[in-house]
T-cell receptor
């Protein structure tokens, strides 16, 4: 069955520290992968996407993600976290021929001053 | 581009009542999606439209739920005879149908509370 796993429900980092949020997927076809951020009471904002090509993709707000097919992973990284990055982060996957997303359960990021 | 808008933002209703939510997609987007998000979970797909045609429905969409997109513009999601289990955030998203385009843009959601 198709699924997306975000193993970390909560992560706490200090402001200025580096960040890595994990995402693993199980999908039969070529995946198209996304990271979204959701602030309290808000909808989802697209951070970055991967369709093909260079496996390291850059997004907004200084985020990047690396697609590793051999590990079925698409981890999100940021070299230096800002207090405003505190939010919930969702990994999502879809594929050609269907347009619905399958989301992970999310990782809630807390940033310590 | 004014983004995806949803109304109302919040709805409190009593069990057994009917509710209707509206979504206005980004104007040039032909695809429109509905998702449901409960506390502590990621959004779950409900249904999707290509223009006015409803092309896919999740089995989560029971017969109490109906969605329409007349004329391929805005969409409505109606829940009849609401149950407490329907309490959730209902998210709408839209996307272009250009070849190779898969990213979806989400609205702020409608939070439904069934008492």
């Amino acid at each position: 069955a198709q699924s997306v796993t975000q193993p970390d429900i909560h992560i706490t980092v200090s402001e200025g520290a580096s960040l890595e949020l994990r995402c693993n997927y199980s999908y039969g076809a070529t995946p198209y992968l996304f990271w979204y951020v959701q602030s309290p009471g808000q909808g989802l904002q697209l951070l970055l996407k991967y369709f093909s090509g260079d496996t390291l993709v850059q997004g907004i707000k200084g985020f990047e993600a690396e697609f590793k097919r051999s590990q079925s992973s698409f981890n999100l990284r940021k070299p230096s976290v800002h207090w405003s990055d505190a939010a919930e982060y969702f990994c999502a996957v879809t594929t050609s021929g269907t347009y619905k997303y399958i989301f992970g359960t999310g990782t809630r990021l807390k940033v310590l001053a | 581009d004014t983004g995806v808008s949803q109304n109302p933002r919040h709805k409190i209703t009593k069990r057994g009542q009917n509710v209707t939510f509206r979504c206005d997609p980004i104007s040039e987007h032909n695809r429109l999606y509905w998702y449901r998000q409960t506390l502590g979970q990621g959004p779950e797909f409900l249904t999707y439209f290509q223009n006015e045609a409803q092309l896919e429905k999740s089995r989560l969409l029971s017969d109490r739920f109906s969605a329409e997109r007349p004329k391929g513009s805005f969409s409505t999601l109606e829940i009849q005879r609401t149950e407490q289990g329907d309490s959730a955030m209902y998210l709408c998203a839209s996307s272009s149908d250009r070849v190779g385009t898969y990213e979806q843009y989400f609205g702020p959601g409608t939070r439904l509370t069934v008492t």
